[in-house]
Structures are given as structure tokens and as C-alpha cells.
Nanobody, 117 residues
């Protein structure tokens, strides 16, 4: 059974930092594409950043230079370091995994990030 569990969300003032973590189980983690998405109230879910099995990253333009995605294959973990947070970063952040080969997609339950001005 695949399980993705996010943690690290919370309330932070503008300019602050948070580090999101996603723990994965039930998958061959090292072979999967991992990513972070977010969904603000009344908006569609959007890509924030992805990291391939080989460590190649793709980051949304609006967060480049502020957010960093990383992974630890030994621990089955993926992280999103968020610095210089802005009120517009407020959203529920979701961890996503795409299984190599089949393309099956798995989602975590999400973690709330709220940035106050």
C-alpha cells in the first residue's frame, strides 16, 4: 500500500521559512519522480517543484530562488525548503509520486502553509 505523509506546514510571517517533508512507503522510492504541488482556496492545484530519480529538479518560476526541492533516497524522503515566504504562497501543499514504468500517480493528504503579511 502506497502512503505519502507530509509534515512541516504551519503559520509563518512573510519573509520567514518552512521546511516541508514527505515520507514515502510502499513504493520503490529511488525510482520514482517526486514532486510538490499546492492548492490555494478557490484555485486549481499547481506544480511547485519536481525532482527526478536522478536528482534533476524543476521549479515553478514564481518560487525560483526561494524554494528548493531535495530528496534522500536512503530515507524515502522528499523535502521542500521554502524561504522568503510571501502571503501568496499560502496554500495546502501536497506531495506527489509518479511510479517509474507504469506512470501511476500517488498523492499525500496535504499540509497547510499559511503566510501572514
Amino acid at each position: 500500500q502506497v502512503q505519502l505523509v507530509e509534515s512541516g506546514g504551519g503559520l509563518v510571517q512573510a519573509g520567514g521559512s518552512l521546511r516541508l517533508s514527505c515520507s514515502a512507503s510502499g513504493i520503490i522510492f529511488s525510482m520514482n519522480l517526486m514532486g510538490w504541488y499546492r492548492q490555494a482556496p478557490g484555485k486549481q492545484r499547481e506544480l511547485v517543484a519536481t525532482i527526478s530519480s536522478g536528482g534533476i529538479t524543476n521549479v515553478k518560476d514564481s518560487v525560483k530562488g526561494r524554494f528548493t526541492i531535495s530528496r534522500d533516497n536512503a530515507k524515502n524522503m522528499v523535502y521542500l525548503q521554502m524561504n522568503s515566504l510571501k502571503p501568496e504562497d499560502t496554500a495546502v501543499y501536497f506531495c506527489r509520486s509518479v511510479r517509474s514504468g507504469t506512470g501511476s500517480v500517488y498523492w499525500g493528504q496535504g499540509t497547510q502553509v499559511t503566510v501572514s503579511s
